[in-house]
DNA sequence: CTACTTGCAAAGCCTTTGCAAACTA
DNA sequence: TAGTTTGCAAAGGCTTTGCAAGTAG
């Protein structure tokens, strides 16, 4: 079983300043305040939830200057966004495509960035359908470990 | 490379409209209708498009009739659901889980199911993760043969 | 005849947008 | 100072829901 290593979140943090500024962004207090936040991102936060840890920091920020920001990391490909019937969730620790597992039960999001045919199926389709992968969505529901124990009584 | 096969329509036609009847369902026209166009679904509708196929039947119908029926559908797994950014398309004709591969450039919607990994992947998860697949949604977005060819120049 | 289904319109949810005021560089 | 960013509120797209009228069994 794997150890989920995480990203650097202060180097993660400092790339996408530097994307920011690159582009010619104003770097504000907000964006700052969000970038690290961003950079962290532990669970998999949808917008909604990084508006309201960033509200406990800047009680006056805006829904609309989250999603504004994730706007331009997303355009730079410092931010993956997860798809997931209507919402969207953000990893900006590990911004580059990866599967997902959801626990139907708890609700807990794993990173499925270990899994061996994630290196082989993009090959495998274009082998098979001649078609050439540019980006993916791979989500799997099921049940996590220790939800498991519990169901299995 | 593979050919699409299809199930036959008429063959899903029955096993769902059996499904509603068990559950004790009124068998209306405008269901009838919409039941043979799911059956059929070529090419991943959406609810909008099922709605404006069916409206050339029966011009009265309403989408909220369109979304209550492919609703029921769900329940007794006779339709399949594809998360598409906010919005979803469904496949009636092949109702099992299995990966999907979009054209980013003609939108075209090819059905994944003969990949060899899609017949590992759950285990493989299990094995590495601990964590037991129920359901899965697999989008790959990317370039069709025939799209390949024009980008080439 | 009874209970389910329908169409309509309104509401819901998440996300995006328009705009004047505020702020960075 | 000039041009970007902000918060607010409204709009947008898709889906769901409430309800009285209509219909299947």
Sequence with gaps: MIINNKTDPELRYQKMLAKLRE???RITSHRIGLLH???ESEGHPS???LYERLRLQFPTVSLAT???TIALLKQDNEIL????HGQSRYDGNKP???PHLICT???QIIDGDALPSMLTINQQIEDVYGFKVQQQQQVFYGL???CQQVTDV
Tied chains: 1, 2.
């Design 96 to 98: 580059f495509q990866h």
């Design 66 to 68: 989250v999603y504004k």
């Design 144 to 146: 996590c470990p220790k």
């Design 81 to 84: 966004e997860i798809d997931l």
């Design 23 to 25: 582009r010619g962004c």
């Design 47 to 49: 917008a909604a939830q």
């Design 105 to 107: 039960r708890c609700g």
């Design 37 to 39: 936040l961003i950079a």
